[in-house]
């Protein structure tokens, strides 16, 4: 469709639509201009950063890695509508994101790397980039990264297919997978319009019909407790994961000095606290299923170090695959993973739990 440009006094041009020949021209214009992304149809004034561009992972790189001030995560992939396999642009930002989910079991990880390769890129890392664009420091720094720590360990992307031209058959396909998962596909589709030295592009959004607006409208952090907590566990679990996250959380309320809940934005999370072991929450459990292990938060006093050194061994011992340096990482494992060695997991914490407990007494 035509577009008819005008200036005060001259002539109307009537302007059709370019063709766009470079892929890596879209990679760039939305990292120099984020705000061409219309994520404003999906929350109000919402202000996305695209972190890097060409950000790997086992499975290839992705063409743009993006966030916003809710620690969203946004995988963006680009291709032209000429391009011989862009019926494949979704199967190709899934895997991204699985690769993705796989490939950083610690989250820490996943933001070490990210700050690193910003940093060795453009010269600014990830902190100065949420000082930049959010103006977040500080304690407001560390909980939006925790909040992208979350996001990473749970794997619940937002994707973005941007195309200069999203044909119904995509359309269609995005409409199913959204009305069909727990996860979100948006296409952007662009319309491209050049005059001399002044480019226009009319940014059109697919897939926010329906569950996309509800899921997108909350900023804000959610208060938990234990009947929200199992409420959002029994929409995303089997029931065996379902048995035996109930079955952790009871054995939680019946053995520690404090059990409290988390306010995640997208899942809940309750994290059990002992006194003789330390201040610090030994494990932490989300309604996602993920069991994730605070080894690194055991560090003071030398007591805890020694508790959690012997944990560890003792998990290690009962085939948890923890890593060698197990004692400086947040490790977490999906449900399917701790689920089965549930019972020699409670165990090995009872046990240690109750040795710290029979000292200290």
Do not use: C
């Not at 005060?8 to 939305?30: F, K, M, P």
């Not at 977490?332 to 997991?345: C, G, M, Q």
């Amino acid at each position: 469709m035509p577009i008819i440009l005008t200036r005060h006094g001259g002539s109307a041009i009537r302007l059709q639509r370019t063709v766009i020949q470079d892929e890596s021209y879209l990679q760039r214009y939305i990292s120099e201009n984020p705000e061409v992304l219309p994520l404003d149809q999906l929350k109000q004034d919402i202000r996305p950063l695209i972190l890097m561009r060409e950000f790997p992972t086992p499975s290839g790189p992705i063409d743009a890695l993006a966030t916003d001030e809710d620690a969203n995560l946004y995988l963006v992939e680009t291709k032209l509508y000429k391009n011989p396999d862009k019926r494949l642009v979704l199967a190709q930002v899934l895997d991204y994101g699985a690769a993705l989910w796989k490939a950083y079991p610690d989250p820490d990880d996943f933001v070490t790397r990210l700050d690193f390769l910003m940093l060795k890129r453009t010269g600014k890392g990830l902190p100065q980039r949420l000082k930049e664009s959010y103006d977040l420091e500080g304690d407001a720094a560390v909980e939006f990264l925790d909040s992208l720590k979350t996001t990473v360990a749970s794997g619940q992307f937002h994707f973005v297919v941007l195309m200069d031209t999203i044909d119904n058959r995509l359309k269609d396909l995005i409409a199913y997978v959204n009305a069909n998962s727990s996860f979100d596909v948006l296409g952007v589709g662009l319309d491209f319009y050049q005059h001399e030295d002044l480019h226009i592009l009319i940014p059109t959004l697919h897939g926010i019909e329906g569950k996309k607006q509800a899921l997108f409208s909350t900023g804000t952090r959610h208060p938990w407790d234990a009947e929200s907590f199992f409420a959002d566990a029994s929409s995303r679990l089997p029931a065996d994961h379902l048995v035996a996250l109930r079955t952790l959380y009871e054995w939680a309320q019946q053995n520690a000095d404090d059990v409290s809940y988390g306010t995640g934005k997208k899942t809940g999370s309750f994290s059990p606290k002992f006194a003789a072991v330390s201040p610090k929450s030994v494990f932490t459990a989300t309604s996602d299923g993920t069991l994730t292990l605070n080894f690194k938060w055991l560090m003071e006093p030398e007591e805890a170090r020694a508790w959690r050194d012997r944990f560890g061994q003792a998990l290690i011992k009962e085939k948890f695959a923890l890593p060698s340096d197990f004692a400086g990482r947040f490790i977490s494992f999906r449900a399917a993973e701790w689920v089965p060695l549930l019972d020699t997991f409670l165990q090995a914490l009872s046990h240690e739990v109750q040795r710290s407990r029979a000292r200290e007494g």
